[in-house]
């Protein structure tokens, strides 16, 4: 599937006009910084790019789909009863991640 690469028109995207402030933690400041700068980016662009993909991926996520009688109930089958987790996804998710080593 196709994803547009923009939200908006370009006369939009080419005016810089509105203000958008965020406040952070030192800590989380420096790891924007860190990314945005194995990106080549400055810390306004990095953090500008990464909210807009991750907005056009949520209005991209709210789709409906449509099953038949069969496939509805696997589905809610699955739903019901995840799987469990592996030992290997158990030790993953309670390691403390690299920034914080």
């Not at 807009?52 to 699955?78: G, M, S, Y």
């Amino acid at each position: 599937m196709a994803r547009s690469s923009h939200v908006g028109s370009n006369r939009d995207e080419a005016r810089k006009d509105d203000v958008i402030q965020i406040r952070a933690s030192a800590g989380m400041k420096a790891i924007l910084n860190r990314a945005a700068s194995l990106r080549g980016q400055k810390l306004s662009e990095f953090m500008l790019d990464s909210a807009r993909r991750q907005a056009e991926e949520t209005i991209l996520d709210q789709r409906a789909f449509f099953l038949d009688t069969d496939a509805h109930e696997k589905f809610l089958d699955l739903l019901d009863a995840p799987n469990k987790p592996s030992e290997e996804l158990r030790a993953r998710m309670t390691r403390k991640p690299a920034w914080e080593r």
